[in-house]
C-alpha cells in the first residue's frame, strides 16, 4: 500500500526493483518515527473537526483508534507490514481497516511531505531533550570533580611542549565551561527545530481552510514556520542544524579523550584507571590500553563530519521537496545515540580517573615555573621584559631556582576556578529550553 497509488495491480519486476532501491532503508528508520507520526495524526485530526472537514464524532474516533497505536508504538508491536511503504501508510491502514471510510478522511489537507516533516522536527525535540539531560550529568560530574581535584596540580602545555603550571581542577573545568556553549548552540538548533511545519503540504500550502496555529498549539511547538515553501526548504537545513550541534558537543568529548589517552601514557603519567576500565595487549603482559577514550574521539571525530556530510547531500537542491532528503535519517537519527554513547562511557572513565599526587615537585617540571619566577621580579618592581631576560638568562646558565607555591586568584584560575558561576550559567542555558512546555501539549494531546 502506498499513499500515493491509484490502483492496487500487481507491480512488474522492474517496479519492484525501482522500489527496492527507492524505499532502502527507511523503513527501518521511519518506526523510529511511529510515535511521532501518531501524535502529528491526532493534532490533525482535532484540527480538521474545527474546520468542518470531520465530524466531532469522526475526529473523536479516528484519535482513539490513533490512541490505540500509540499504545502499540509504545509496547513495541507497532510494525509496518510486508507491502507497505512506509509508516504514514501503515498508519493510514489500520485507520481504515478499524474505522473504514472515517480513516480514509484523515489524510485531507495534507501531504506525506509535511507528514514526514513534523515527524522529523517531533522526533529531533525529542532526541535533542534526552541528549540535553545526557550532557547536563557529565557537567555535573566534570564539575564536581574539578572541584574535587583544584589542589593537584598539573603540568600545562602549549605546542606539547611544558609551559605552565595548571591542575586537575583546571583542566576538567574547562570542559565544564565548554559544554556550557555547546549547550548553548544547541538551544539554537533546538529553537530551529520547534517550529511547526504541518499545513505547508507539499509545499504550496492547501486550498482548505486549515488552522495551522492550532496543531501548533496542540503539539507544543513554539511558533510555526508560516512560509510554505520555507517549512519544506526547511527539511535539510535544520538536520544540518542540528548535525553542527551535536557535532560541537562531539569535539569537546574527543579532545577530552585525546588528553586522557596522552595523560595515560607512561612518558606522561599523569592519570591512571582501573584495569577493569582498561584493555590489554596479546603479547605484552604491561600494557594497559585507553581503548574506551580511542573508540570516544573515533565515534566523536565521525561525528563531527556529520554537517559536511549533510551539506553535501542537500548541496544545489531547489526549493521544493526532493527524495535526496529521505537519506539524511540515516545519517541523523543513529548519531543522537552514539553521542549519547559517547558520553555515557566517558562520564564512566572519568568518575573512576586517579590522578598522581605532587606531580610537579619532580625536577622534570621545574620550567614550568618560570613566569612565576618573572611575575615576582616585576612585582618587585622590575619591567617586565627585563624580568623576562633575567629568568631566561638564569635558565640557559644553569642558576635557576623557583618555588613551587602559586598565587593564582582571578577569575578562572588555578586558585580561583569560579565552578559555581559556571555551574549557575549550565543552569541558565538548562532552563532556558522550557522543555516542560512541549510535554505538557502532548501529555493534553494523548489524555
Not at 514526514?116 to 547536563?136: P, Y
Not at 627585563?386 to 577569575?411: C, N, P, R
Request: charged residues 20%.
Amino acid at each position: 500500500m502506498k499513499l500515493w497509488q491509484k490502483d492496487t495491480a500487481g507491480a512488474s519486476d522492474v517496479a519492484k526493483q525501482v522500489e527496492r532501491f527507492t524505499v532502502g532503508n527507511d523503513r527501518d528508520f521511519d518506526l523510529q518515527l511511529a510515535p511521532y507520526d501518531v501524535l502529528g495524526n491526532i493534532a490533525h485530526a482535532k484540527m480538521l473537526a474545527t474546520v468542518g472537514l470531520l465530524t466531532n464524532e469522526e475526529a473523536d474516533q479516528l484519535v482513539a483508534e490513533l490512541r490505540k497505536i500509540y499504545e502499540q508504538v509504545l509496547a513495541g508491536s507497532f510494525a509496518i507490514q510486508e507491502g507497505i511503504e512506509d509508516v504514514h501508510s501503515q498508519v493510514e491502514y489500520q485507520l481504515t481497516q478499524e474505522l473504514g471510510d472515517v480513516g480514509k478522511k484523515i489524510h485531507s489537507a495534507r501531504s506525506r511531505n509535511d507528514q514526514v516533516l513534523v515527524d522529523i522536527k517531533l522526533f529531533l525535540r525529542a532526541e535533542i531533550e534526552k541528549t540535553v539531560v545526557a550532557i547536563e550529568e557529565f557537567f555535573h560530574l566534570l564539575n564536581t570533580r574539578s572541584e574535587e581535584l583544584k589542589a593537584h596540580l598539573l603540568p600545562g602545555y602549549t605546542h606539547l611542549q611544558l609551559a605552565m603550571p595548571s591542575s586537575f581542577g583546571l583542566w576538567l573545568g574547562a570542559y565544564a565551561e565548554g559544554l556550557v556553549d555547546d549547550i548553548i548552540t544547541i538551544k539554537a538548533a533546538y529553537d530551529v527545530v520547534n517550529k511547526n511545519p504541518l499545513g505547508s503540504a507539499a509545499g504550496y500550502g492547501s486550498s482548505f481552510p486549515i488552522n495551522r496555529t492550532f496543531t501548533t498549539q496542540l503539539l507544543g511547538f513554539a511558533d510555526l514556520n508560516y512560509n510554505v515553501v520555507y517549512a519544506q526548504m526547511g527539511r535539510g537545513k535544520a538536520e544540518r542544524i542540528v548535525a553542527s550541534a551535536l557535532a560541537n558537543v562531539a569535539d569537546t568529548i574527543a579532545r577530552l579523550s585525546m588528553d586522557a589517552c596522552l595523560y595515560l601514557n607512561q612518558n606522561f603519567d599523569l592519570i591512571s584507571f582501573p584495569a577493569e576500565l582498561t584493555t590489554g595487549s596479546s603479547i605484552m603482559p604491561h600494557k594497559k590500553n585507553p581503548d574506551v577514550f580511542e573508540l570516544i574521539r573515533s565515534h566523536c571525530n565521525r561525528l563531527k563530519a556529520l554537517p559536511n556530510e549533510i551539506m553535501m547531500m542537500t548541496t544545489n537542491l531547489p526549493s521544493g521537496y526532493h527524495r535526496d532528503l529521505q537519506l539524511l535519517k540515516e545519517h541523523l537519527f543513529p548519531a543522537f545515540t552514539t553521542l549519547r554513547n559517547c558520553i555515557e562511557m566517558a562520564g564512566l572513565m572519568i568518575s573512576n580517573m586517579e590522578v598522581k599526587q605532587n606531580l610537579l615537585e619532580d625536577k622534570k617540571y621545574q620550567y614550568l615555573f618560570s613566569v612565576e619566577e618573572v611575575n615576582k621580579l616585576v612585582m618587585q618592581g622590575v619591567p617586565f621584559r627585563d624580568a623576562y631576560k633575567q629568568v631566561g638568562l638564569a635558565i640557559e646558565g644553569g642558576e635557576f631556582t623557583y618555588s613551587t607555591q602559586l598565587e593564582h586568584t582571578h577569575e578562572g584560575s588555578i586558585g580561583n576556578l569560579c565552578n559555581e558561576q559556571i555551574a549557575a550559567n549550565m543552569k541558565q542555558a538548562i532552563t532556558s529550553f522550557q522543555f516542560n512546555n512541549y510535554q505538557k501539549a502532548i501529555d493534553e494531546l494523548l489524555q
